[in-house]
């Protein structure tokens, strides 16, 4: 019976050992990506990095890097963030994830931005704008390919509220009123063209056109999804 606690205790022992070794290594991977995120963006803020999935190895289920407060075109600053998924490194050296990414494959390269309230607004010329479900009350708000927004529209002195569509037409985004929730009738024609947009998603930084928009948790996002990449 002791024989058997010591060979228990030692393979306990041994698979504690490798967890934190692979933890700690994460650890210095996250840290690592998200000063040279900060570096290659000029980021005065470093990004929020994951690096997920152990036993940490040749193959990395998840790595994620999310910024705040990135200067995007005309809109001022969003919030920007690259997921990469099921990521092979061609050649593992274990020193430095920066370098072993180079070359990598992934299965999927997914990149955000998201446009909350103040950056979305500025599009809209609204100082004041705010982004809500539709249909979900809750804080986060859930997904939807429609939002409520409730801005004070250019030459007017009261908020108004009306519901869009959010989509996409080739690189283009269009978005268009649907709903007129809280508009005062003499000025039905100026709100519908204050929430009327069109904008070339290619100039946003997603490495290309946005190939989905959403509504997600009070912002506005566009994402681009690439399959079997090779990471740059």
């Keep these: 019976m002791h024989v058997k606690r010591s060979v228990a205790a030692a393979l306990i022992s041994a698979g504690l050992v490798a967890y934190l070794?692979?933890?700690?290594?994460?650890?210095?991977?996250?840290?690592?990506?998200?000063?040279?995120?900060?570096?290659?963006g000029d980021l005065s803020t470093a990004p929020a990095a994951y690096v997920g999935g152990l036993p940490f190895r040749s193959t990395i289920p998840r790595i994620s890097v999310d910024a705040l407060d990135v200067p995007v075109a005309s809109e001022g600053v969003g919030n920007a963030g690259i997921e990469l998924i099921d990521v092979t490194l061609s050649a593992?050296?274990?020193?430095?994830?920066?370098?072993?990414l180079t070359g990598a494959t992934a299965s999927l390269v997914r990149r955000s931005v998201r446009l909350d309230g103040v950056a979305f607004g500025q599009l809209l010329g609204?100082?004041?704008?705010?982004?809500?479900?539709?249909?979900?009350?809750?804080?986060?708000?859930?997904?939807?390919?429609?939002?409520?927004?409730?801005?004070?529209?250019?030459?007017?002195?009261?908020?108004?509220?009306?519901?869009?569509?959010l989509r996409l037409d080739g690189p283009t985004f269009r978005m268009r009123p649907s709903q007129l929730i809280d508009v005062p009738s003499d000025l039905t024609d100026r709100v519908i063209d204050a929430y009327t947009l069109d904008r070339d998603t290619r100039d946003l930084p997603l490495g290309g056109q946005a190939d989905n928009v959403q509504l997600s948790g009070g912002s506005i996002e566009f994402s681009r999804d690439r399959i079997n990449t090779v990471v740059e």
């Design 92 to 100: 593992p050296r274990s020193s430095s994830i920066t370098e072993d």
């Design 126 to 165: 609204m100082t004041d704008l705010d982004i809500a479900s539709p249909y979900d009350i809750s804080p986060s708000g859930g997904t939807a390919s429609e939002a409520r927004m409730t801005g004070t529209v250019p030459g007017t002195d009261i908020p108004t509220t009306v519901v869009v569509t």
């Design 21 to 40: 070794a692979d933890t700690t290594l994460a650890m210095r991977a996250e840290h690592e990506l998200s000063v040279h995120a900060a570096q290659l």
